[in-house]
């Protein structure tokens, strides 16, 4: 895969630690996330992939740290608003209507019949066949592309998935991967957590490796030995990034270069 | 102390029984022994079958001896020296006993025993509050005392009922709400059919008694009145007041309690806080 241009940043997480009940599940975490293109978050159970998506549209808040959308701190824009702008599909598909039509519309009742349609078409989902149906009938893979119509429906700026495919047979799980390609190449931002890094890579433009709340590794999904990274445990402070030029000298996989602000300001580093 | 509303159904129901009482016998302490025989058939059938619960019974059966000889002398007392305001600080005392046993129904729950007591005293208050201004019941202690005991009871039933059916939504229903809080909802839409149903669940009891009262079992403030000589067909005015007072304070409370628990469910960043199971 090519390595994505440099597109507007959307999100961008700076210093975000978070603690839950004393255990830290983000360490100094600094990240930055760009519009119009799909990142892959991905990291093995319990590295905090899925908490840090959580922060993105405040369904967490960081102990310390700050999460910024566009330019702008997350904790200074109406909650509401932001939802609808990064909305969040969660891990378990859930169905909150019985009704096909009405689950597109539980977040935009005003939604008219041929923008339905047309929202289950975006899905892959043929509307002949699924309008008047219960979504509790659906199979987990139909029921998840009904869960993006559903997100898509508030017309979002971004759509944070959490672990679209993981409950999915191979066959459903590429279909949802089609319609997450197919959003993205229309130019919607996708953050995508899998704990499958090879599938999120084929998705994805770019990619960032978490293990135990810190970054590991980063950058085009084209350039990054993912296998090799995502077996990799965390050193203090030492991640590899596939944009830094240092990372191509030498120590290919994993270079010693961190964040500016990591290198100098973490006590770990700190003689 | 305030006298019965005239022309009040309490009024005319009160008179009625104190009219006949004298010629319905009330059991002497005498007779009162003799009932004791009955516990004995409990505690023989208990020892008999090796159930293990004798003790259990004779403690009981010995609790609500002591608890109701108590509790007829504490209403004699206030019967006759409380007055309209010590019937009130009577009644909202019960409501914190209440609200305190309705918490146990939420415990998980953030503030539970605020939202139990919020909706146990709006209930209360309300019912009690239409019944009086209304002129269907008369502020006497005694009347004010009964009546009110009856609402506090109905209401805390609804609101532990509904505390309970909110807490199995918080913590079962969890990935249902955060999905609708993540597509940009405000909480209390994302909350509502979990709402819906805490309030549902809690009104079912009363509404199946409401439905079937006097056919499978008389209830009881008519059975009372019936012991004490009042006409049957008298006796039920008072019953059907009782019966839509306790709808009336089984709805309030369900709902204000649920509402209050739902206000403490949610964080400023409309965020459905973590709950024990």
Partial sequence: MPTPPLTPELFALEDVTLEIGGRRILDRLD?????????????PSGSGKSTLLRLLNRLADPTSGRVIFRGRDVR???????????????????????DVAAEVRVAAPALADADVSALLSRVMLEPGDYLGRDPHSLSGGELQRLCLARALAVAPECLLLDEPTSALDPRSADAVDDVIRSLVGDGLAVVLVSHDVRRAAAVAQNVLILHEGRVTARGPSSDLDLEHELLMPPHDGHEHDA????????????????????????PKETP | MSAAVPGSLVQGATMLATSTASTTPIPSWGAVGVSLLLVLVAVAIAWRQQLGISREIVVAAARALVQLVAIGAVLAWLFAHAGIAGALAWVFAMTFVAANESRRRGRGLPHAFRS??????????????????????????????????????????????????????????????????????????????????????????????????????????????????????????????????????????????????????????????????
């Fill in chain 1, 76 to 98: 200074d824009l109406d909650v509401l608003d932001l939802r609808r702008r990064a909305v969040l599909v969660p891990q378990r598909a859930v169905a909150l209507t019985g």
């Fill in chain 1, 31 to 43: 990240a930055h996330l760009h519009d119009g293109v799909a990142t892959a978050i991905a990291g």
């Fill in chain 1, 243 to 266: 944009d830094d030029p240092r990372a191509h000298d030498g120590d290919r996989h994993r270079s010693h270069g961190h964040d500016e602000q990591d290198e100098h300001d973490d």
């Fill in chain 2, 116 to 277: 139990a007591l919020l909706g146990i005293i709006v209930g209360t208050v309300a019912t009690l509050g239409v019944l009086v201004v209304g002129g269907v019941i008369s502020t006497e202690p005694q009347v004010l005392i009964p009546i009110g005991g009856m609402v506090v009871s109905g209401a805390m039933q609804a609101s532990s009922l509904a505390l309970t059916s909110l807490h199995r939504s918080a913590v079962e229903n969890r990935p249902a709400v955060e999905a609708a809080l993540s597509l940009g909802l405000p909480a209390r839409q994302a909350f509502a059919s979990e709402l819906r149903t805490a309030v549902r669940t809690a009104l079912v009891p009363t509404v199946d008694q409401t439905r079937v009262v006097g056919l499978i079992s008389l209830p009881g403030t008519m059975t009372g009145l019936i012991i004490a000589g009042v006409d049957p067909l008298q006796a039920i005015r008072y019953q059907i007041i009782v019966m839509y007072m306790l709808l009336a304070a089984w709805a309030v409370s369900a709902l204000v309690t649920a509402r209050a628990a739902e206000g403490a469910l949610f964080d400023d960043a409309q965020r459905l806080v973590p709950v024990a199971a």
